[in-house]
């Protein structure tokens, strides 16, 4: 029984550690800013968990510059995993073709990453709906994200590559 107890013990303690996130270890990964050939509306959002670790996204929130959308997380996003927010799924308000600022703050209100494409998206193509996706989450950590031209590239996929490796 001391045992039973001691494993689960270690379990919670390991479940809360997996809470603590520093800047680029979760990442903005690819946005459908676009939607999708089936519809406008189709748009998502992929996280991207940059370390080894599971990371409890609970109490996390992903917004908007301009409030909408404005997105509160839970769950876990797994080790090198994929998190994929879908509009009318996973939150409300449309992204703004014409650009959005992104910010991704943890549990704690740390800004954990960002995108700024408020004066345009740099990547993506609206008319044959190919995504906007992070050139290489190792090489691109948040600290660098407002230089947020040089760090992405339009998918070779129409559709993109949701909760996979994106396309280079």
């Known amino acids: 029984m001391k045992t039973l107890v001691l494993v689960f013990s270690l ?10 996130a520093s800047a680029g270890d979760i990442l903005i990964n690819e946005v459908a800013w676009m ?13 991207y968990n940059n370390t080894e670790n599971p990371i409890n996204l609970d109490g996390w929130r992903l917004i908007a ?12 996003i797994p080790a090198n995993g994929f998190y994929l927010l879908k509009r009318s799924k996973d939150y409300t ?4 073709n014409k650009g959005e600022k992104l910010e991704l703050y943890d549990n704690l209100g740390n800004l954990i990453d960002s995108v700024d494409a408020s004066s345009g998206w740099p ?7 190919q995504t906007m996706e992070r050139k290489d989450a190792n090489v691109w950590p948040a600290s660098n994200a407002s230089r947020s031209d ?7 996929n129409p559709g993109g590559t949701p909760k996979n490796k994106n396309s280079l």
């Open 123 to 129: 990547a993506g193509d609206n008319s044959i709906k």
């Open 65 to 76: 510059q301009d409030g909408t959308p404005k997105i509160n997380l839970s769950g876990t």
């Open 11 to 20: 379990l919670f303690l390991a479940l809360n550690s997996a809470q603590a």
């Open 93 to 96: 308000g449309a992204l703004n």
């Open 150 to 156: 040089a760090g992405w590239q339009t998918s070779q």
């Open 35 to 47: 939607g999708t050939l089936t519809s406008a509306n189709d748009e998502w959002i992929e996280l």
